[in-house]
């Protein structure tokens, strides 16, 4: 994939005196960090390296009434998470450490450990990647923006700018990444921002517009992220770690059936929420409808390769839907939901579209295909080493017995717990860790916390586990918070007094709507 930098027609040439008053098309590890920033980093990860390995020490020689391989996980984790939280080293290279650790401790045999390598969860990632990355490659993505921003209802009004900016990076997070998706969407932003400011006068960078577009570009794009289980990938390891404690699937219709529950208010909200607090200097946008209309017919007709992209596309997402439909229309006992379900497992699903990816050719004369592996071979295997690891540390958890072991022992310290209670807990918890660490991080930590504390309490842990995996999502209040919060703060017309005041505000929102969603939606599907 191209670096969003090397993506000129997003904005035109007209522009580009414009953009280059914003910080745009920095890495995220270069977004507008200041000194003390800096600073404050290079202290975290310089404390994580030496605590990390102090706790994890600590908990070995303790004479503690636990039976080895409980006790070496329970080292293992607490070194796992303070790696995490502080970035000490790579996540992904944590992740791999935790595991070999388990290995080399006793925790478990290395056939045992290293099961979570064969997991269908690694299929269902690669499928969903290469998938959007076809979607990037050939512009489908691109194209259907500009047929958005361009849409007669859009016209030149800038609130209904917001919407359909907000609408567009929804829709794309729900099956590209987060990060992903803003880093393509924001030339065309900065773009939009720029020709306010020729109207209404005065620099780019300090419009309460410019604030409030580029706020629904990074919350919209977590919004999105939770419409579907591959939106963003911490999600992945989330349901992974429930199906294993609970036994019971949570299907890809689940799944987005609960999250639309919270997300379409969510999302309202959002917009009321950036519209008042950033009024617009200008009601309307003078030839943007125009501008917009312009670029969309640019690209001409559909290739052969946006074709063959939308079609498997659009099987790949029938084939992840029909079990939890058929669920719904023939019941969860018929035959034929369960040959279904049998047969349409998701991550088989995604793979098989992906495969018709390198089948389908996009220029016969040159025999290119859809996607060829120079563009597999971009696939963020970080993350998947994390995805992989995760299981590995989650499943090793309960087989072990020390999650139920540490519920037990919360439980007692905090007596009964509602299902409620724990979910908005759960929420709460998630959201709190995701604001200071990553998204990944967050569903490491709190999910086995939650799964513990709720088989503890006699509560299934679906709902609440669910509500936390939702939750890890959702950090608005900082620009270390989300990789697309970093991204538009580079911008330079996010100020942080800003984003903190939108940010909390929104988290608090999130807190509730998702336990509400979760467990209404959640209850009513049967979930509990």
Same mark, same amino acid.
Not at 226 to 253: K, N
């Given at each position: ?342 047969? &349409?497992?998701?991550?088989?699903? /995604?793979? !098989? *579209? +992906?495969? $018709?990816?390198?089948?389908?050719? @996009? %220029? #016969? ?19 998947? &080493?994390?995805?992989?690891?995760? /299981?590995? !540390? *989650? +499943?090793? $958890?309960?087989?072990?017995?020390? @999650? %139920? #072991? ?123």
């Amino acid at each position: 994939m191209s670096d969003p930098q090397d993506r000129p027609a997003a904005t035109g040439t007209d522009d580009q005196a414009g953009l280059e008053q914003f910080q745009a098309y920095r890495g995220i590890d270069e977004s507008a960090m200041t000194a003390a920033e800096a600073r404050f980093e290079r202290r975290r990860q310089l404390t994580g390296l030496v605590a990390g390995p102090l706790a994890a020490v600590l908990l070995l020689v303790l004479p503690l009434d636990l039976p080895w391989n409980q006790q070496a996980l329970a080292a293992v984790f607490v070194f796992t998470v303070v790696f995490w939280l502080t970035e000490a080293i790579p996540i992904p290279a944590t992740s791999l450490l935790s595991v070999a650790l388990m290995v080399v401790l006793g925790v478990g045999g290395a056939d045992e450990v290293l099961s979570s390598f064969g997991d269908t969860i690694v299929l269902l990632y690669l499928g969903a990647f290469f998938l959007s990355q076809a979607l990037l490659k050939h512009g489908l993505a691109e194209r259907a923006a500009y047929m958005v921003l361009a849409a007669r209802w859009v016209g030149s009004s800038v609130p209904r700018v917001v919407i359909a900016v907000g609408v567009v990076t929804c829709l794309f997070s729900a099956f590209v990444s987060n990060t992903v998706t803003v880093a393509m969407l924001l030339p065309t932003v900065l773009g939009i921002i720029v020709a306010i400011s020729r109207q209404v006068g005065g620099d780019p960078t300090r419009l309460r517009i410019a604030t409030a577009i580029l706020l629904m570009l990074a919350f919209s794009a977590s919004i999105g992220g939770a419409l579907t289980p591959v939106g963003a990938p911490h999600q992945l390891i989330g349901r992974d770690l429930l199906e294993q404690a609970a036994g019971a699937q949570v299907s890809f219709f689940s799944w987005s059936a609960i999250a639309f529950t919270f997300a379409v208010p969510l999302f309202a909200a959002l917009l009321l929420l950036l519209i008042r607090l950033n009024r617009p200097e200008a009601a309307h946008i003078d030839g943007l409808a125009a501008t917009m209309a312009a670029k969309r017919d640019s690209r001409g007709r559909l290739s052969r390769g946006e074709w063959n992209t939308l079609i498997v596309f659009a099987l790949v997402v029938i084939g992840w839907l029909l079990p939890g439909l058929s669920a719904l229309v023939f019941g969860p006992e018929s035959g034929v939901y369960q040959a279904l379900a049998d047969n &349409l497992d998701e991550g088989i699903v /995604a793979i !098989l *579209g +992906a495969s $018709l990816l390198f089948l389908l050719p @996009a %220029e #016969r004369r040159t025999r290119t295909f859809t996607i060829e592996w120079r563009d597999a071979v971009k696939t963020d295997w970080g993350t998947l &080493l994390f995805i992989i690891c995760g /299981a590995a !540390l *989650g +499943a090793q $958890l309960t087989a072990t017995g020390l @999650a %139920e #072991r540490v519920g037990g022992a919360l439980g007692e310290t905090f007596g009964s717990t509602s299902i409620v209670l724990l979910t908005f807990f759960a929420v709460v918890l998630a959201i709190l860790i995701s604001e200071v660490g990553s998204n990944l991080a967050s569903v490491g930590i709190v999910v086995p916390i939650v799964i513990a504390i709720a088989i503890a309490a006699g509560v299934n842990p679906l709902l609440p586990g669910l509500a936390a995996t939702f939750g890890s999502s959702f950090g608005f209040m900082m620009p270390i918070s989300t990789p697309q919060n970093a991204l538009v703060y580079a911008t330079g017309a996010v100020p942080i007094t800003k984003m903190v005041r939108s940010g909390i505000v929104f988290d608090l929102l999130a807190a509730v709507l998702v336990t509400a969603g979760v467990l209404g939606t959640g209850t009513l599907l049967g979930l509990v």
